[in-house]
DNA sequence: CCCGTTATTTACCGTAACGCGAAAAAGTCA
DNA sequence: TGACTTTTTCGCGTTACGGTAAATAACGGG
């Protein structure tokens, strides 16, 4: 593909879970090409400028077989709300409670957007080619990632009310002698 | 605390989801005290070089507090196996399934290893103050988290299997005419 | 007194990954 | 002409890191 195609594609691919503009796709494409692993071929087009169409090479595609090959390393979960959680008693409750109703909006729709897809491309559950296969365990690691984040935002947001007004039954047992101090 | 302290405490506590070494904590504290929100005191020893203890100024506090107040944004999961299920016809199958098992054992310890801090620091899985709130959800999260994943990694590795080798059920049912082709 | 070890901090040098804003080049359409 | 799309490129910056090593201070052993 050109880079400008890959820009356009990029977010309904693998943009779920790995974000690049066009500006970086560029960048990348030409380290790749300056490493000899891809090659660029103009394209005519009538009633546009042309473009860069690049094909992987030989070199380009051994390499890409070898980094597939390579142990990778499990990524750090980096996120902003867990370092929050380390020092609970250092942050206010409410907005924080807004922060994870969002949350638990965003992987709702996350689920139910890979719910769609999943049954748009594999009405019957399973894939075909290997390729199919490949884009099947990815929809289903994030339907199965989603899922538990969302289970967990419902827990946390429940807990965190509690936190927020603390011990309602204490204060129902006996109000006759005591104020809101 | 000092910065060989903090770093010294990095790993049992934000560690699990958020790496850095010495010098980065280092940088940071030096960043941090530029901008005011911290300020170092020497602290005498005796036995050891005295050390640079740092504390929050009350800027430092508000802009913590300011901080976490932030609508977090959900971050993205980058994980090489998923761009290598993202074109799966492109690698070989056997490395990824000896990479998924390493993982599949990694996420099992990771999940033995929240279980045993639950255990022990929530043997009633209750907390009682709000810093440990924050504790018990972010070890509730972990869990989720590890087990999902676990869970996928069996799935992605029978999947694997079945595409490494396909079809064994036409093989068996007449063995006696076909040989392995 | 030199040496090795631990604790504590700092300096210096690099890189990968990225964002911003712009602009260049080529073509269309009004 | 001017505005707009397509396609590519440039030049600037930052953030976040990693590696190696050194400086500083104190201890203890030979």
Redesign the interface.
Known sequence: MSGYELAKTFDS??GF???ADHQQIYRELSKLRDRGHIQGHEVVQSGKPNKLVYTLTQEG?AA??HW??????????????????????????E??R??LM??LE??RDRYARYERILNKLFPDGKAT???D??????L??GL??E???A??CE??IE??AA?AKPAPVLLLEDTSRESNG
């Open positions: 691919s693998i879970f790995w974000k595609r890409l077989r597939g090959a390579r142990p990778s390393s499990p990524p750090m979960m980096k996120d902003d709300l867990l370092v929050r959680l380390c020092a609970l008693d250092s942050f206010d409750i907005p924080l807004a922060d969002a949350r965003h992987h080619s290997v390729a296969t490949g884009k099947l365990l990815g289903r690691i199965r990632h899922q538990a984040v289970e967990w827990e946390a807990t965190l936190v």
